[in-house]
C-alpha cells in the first residue's frame, strides 16, 4: 500500500505556473507507475500527465502537451508537475495516483492508489 499527500496548488492568473509535489509514503520507490488527473465542477476525472517507474517514459494528454512537464525522483518518494501557461480551463482538483500497471495508463480506473487531491485555480 502506499500514501500519496498532494501540495502546491492554489490560486494563479492565466499565463502564470504552478509545480504540484506529491509525496508517496509506504510501499514507495518506484514500485508504481505515477499519473496526475484533474477533475472539474460537474466534469468527470480527467488524466493530465503519468509517468514509468524509471522515469523514462511519460504521457500527457492533447491539452496540457507542450506547457506541463511530469517528473519523478525515486529517492525521495516525490512525483511533480509543472505546470507553465496557465489556463483558466485548467481549473481543478488536481489528484496524484499510483498504478500497478506495466505501461503508462490514462484511464482512472487503471489506477489503484490516489491522494486526497489540491486545488488549482487559474484566473482570467
Known amino acids: 500500500q502506499v500514501q500519496l499527500v498532494e501540495s502546491g496548488g492554489g490560486l494563479v492568473q492565466a499565463g502564470g505556473s504552478l509545480r504540484l509535489s506529491c509525496a508517496a509514503s509506504?510501499?514507495?520507490?518506484?514500485?508504481?507507475?505515477m499519473g496526475w488527473f484533474r477533475q472539474a465542477p460537474g466534469k468527470e476525472r480527467e488524466f493530465v500527465a503519468g509517468i514509468s517507474r524509471s522515469g523514462g517514459r511519460t504521457n500527457y494528454a492533447d491539452s496540457v502537451k507542450g506547457r506541463f512537464t511530469i517528473s519523478r525522483d525515486n529517492a525521495k518518494n516525490t512525483v511533480t508537475l509543472q505546470m507553465n501557461s496557465l489556463k483558466p480551463e485548467d481549473t481543478a482538483v488536481y489528484y496524484c495516483?499510483?498504478?500497478?500497471?506495466?505501461?503508462?495508463?490514462?484511464?482512472?480506473?487503471?489506477?489503484?492508489?490516489w491522494g486526497q487531491g489540491t486545488q488549482v485555480t487559474v484566473s482570467s
Open positions: 495516483a499510483g498504478s500497478t500497471r506495466i505501461a503508462v495508463p490514462r484511464g482512472p480506473y487503471e489506477y489503484d492508489y
Open positions: 509506504g510501499r514507495t520507490g518506484s514500485t508504481y507507475v
